[in-house]
């Protein structure tokens, strides 16, 4: 399917717009993200950055509340996973939507997290809820503040 094949499958399936609307919702959903004029394109035709962007029209194809992203970054580079990480917060604020971001990039969270939670995978519970700088300094679970400090101080 084209970039704009995918973001017009929810919106076929769950909406009653007409073509000529989806279309053009389509073509919106993708110049947000920077990708305007590529909705005939393929995804192995484009870049990783560029397939991340259009995950992220294809998100906001139905105008959710939230937007759940998992590892958004993974396999990006520095400087393109800086560019995502920036569009995420700009979507955020133009959009009013609530992004919950599952990631392990440090960079990424202190770049868009206003609020955070940690969890440990061996307990299986919450070990930590806050702003990311606020728990680097102030988090009484040291595995937290090692996580945040890249293993700096140790736990």
Do not use: W
């Amino acid at each position: 399917m084209t970039l704009a094949e995918n973001i017009a499958l929810p919106l076929k399936e769950y909406t009653t717009l007409t073509k000529q609307e989806i279309d053009e919702l389509c073509e919106l959903k993708l110049s947000l993200v920077g990708l305007g004029g590529f909705g005939n394109y393929y995804p192995s035709e484009i870049s990783g950055g560029m397939q991340k962007r259009a995950g992220l029209a294809r998100a906001m194809a139905l105008d959710p509340e939230i937007l759940f992203f998992d590892e958004p970054s993974a396999g990006l580079d520095p400087i393109s996973s800086r560019r995502l990480d920036d569009l995420i917060q700009e979507l955020s604020a133009s959009l009013g939507s609530t992004i919950v971001i599952v990631t392990h990039e440090l960079a990424s969270i202190m770049a868009i997290a206003t609020d955070s939670i940690f969890l440990d995978a061996v307990e299986k519970t919450i070990t930590a809820v806050g702003n990311p700088r606020e728990l680097l300094h102030n988090s009484t679970n040291p595995r937290v503040r090692e996580f945040l400090s890249r293993g700096e101080e140790k736990a």
